[in-house]
């Protein structure tokens, strides 16, 4: 890219749906770029050691080609919600070796990440968005994170994915949601000192037992207003004469919780939206 080391300011028409390889390569002056709302894909090293700060991805990217963005002095990057038809693949390394880049959020469209995403970052905390499917082997997407210090997956993922959080060697907290119910034997590095948050009797709390990875039941607190811990009556009664039965043990998840009075009565608290077995 030939006469732009001394791009301050860009703005890319709306027609334009690719921006190839090595397109803003070492523009050190570069500040900020207003990518079109229909752009379809960010070529390798499109913004690789450019001065860039920050940068909105539009939803209607597809694919994030590798070291995009690798070596630039980038702070914040958003990948904007709203186009559900949109799958989004993130290449390797990204991100990686952005050492001022402390904000990544990551939207529902991306279903792949790559490698090295925040290799060298200060990126201290991130959420994994529930739409994410696959991720590279070997070496994961946020290994070598160094500053990376919380891990929160999203409410409606199901899997956590092979290599995902591998070589995340400065984790201290992963929170977990009560719909994951599969992790891939090699989604973290279990050398750590990590602990767990998740709800009781989820399949979080099973993983953690079977890792000895200390578990904290205090995962509400991360998904305000989702996770409530209540209280609830129920009566057991006899389905022929419909009268009410004393002495039945009631238990959540296998952990008995209540035993019926003479009016088949018997109080529990459980998590209000939590599906349980009773």
Same mark, same amino acid.
């Not at 890319?12 to 027609?15: D, K, Q, Y």
């Given at each position: 890219a030939a006469n732009v080391e001394y791009l301050k300011h860009v703005s890319?028409? #709306? &027609?334009v749906t690719t921006i =190839? $390889? =090595?397109a803003f390569w070492n523009t050190p002056r570069l500040q900020n770029i207003e990518l079109p709302d229909e752009l379809l894909t960010i070529g390798s090293y499109a913004f690789y050691s450019s001065g860039l700060t920050s940068v909105i991805i539009p939803s209607t990217v597809t694919n994030v080609y590798g070291y995009a963005f690798s070596g630039s002095k980038i702070t914040k990057v958003v $990948? #904007?919600?709203g186009n559900e038809k949109t799958k989004t693949e993130i290449g390797y390394w990204v991100f990686g070796s952005c050492s001022n880049l402390k904000d990544l959020i990551l939207s529902d469209n991306v279903v792949t990440i790559e490698g090295g995403l925040i290799y060298g970052t200060q990126v !201290?905390?991130?959420t994994i968005p529930k739409s994410i499917k696959t991720c590279a082997g070997g070496f994961g997407p946020l290994s070598q994170g160094y500053a990376l210090k919380e891990l929160i997956f999203e409410e409606g993922l199901e899997e956590i994915p092979a290599a995902l959080a591998y070589g995340a060697s400065s984790l201290e907290r992963v929170i977990i949601p009560q719909t994951v119910t599969r992790i891939a034997s090699d989604a973290f590095h279990t050398d750590n000192k990590f602990v767990i948050y998740g709800i009781p009797g989820s399949y979080a709390e099973t993983y953690a037992k079977e890792h000895n990875i200390p578990f904290n039941a205090n995962a509400g607190e991360y998904y305000p207003g989702l996770y409530t811990n209540s209280?609830?009556?129920v009566r057991i009664i006899d389905s022929s004469s419909k009268k009410p039965i004393k002495g039945v043990k009631i238990t959540i998840g296998g952990e008995e919780v209540g035993v019926s009075d003479e009016n088949g009565f018997v109080k529990i608290n459980c998590f209000a939206t !939590? &599906?349980?077995q009773i």
């Open positions: 890319i028409p #709306e &027609t =190839g $390889f =090595g $990948f #904007e919600e !201290e905390t991130l209280d609830y009556a !939590e &599906t349980q």
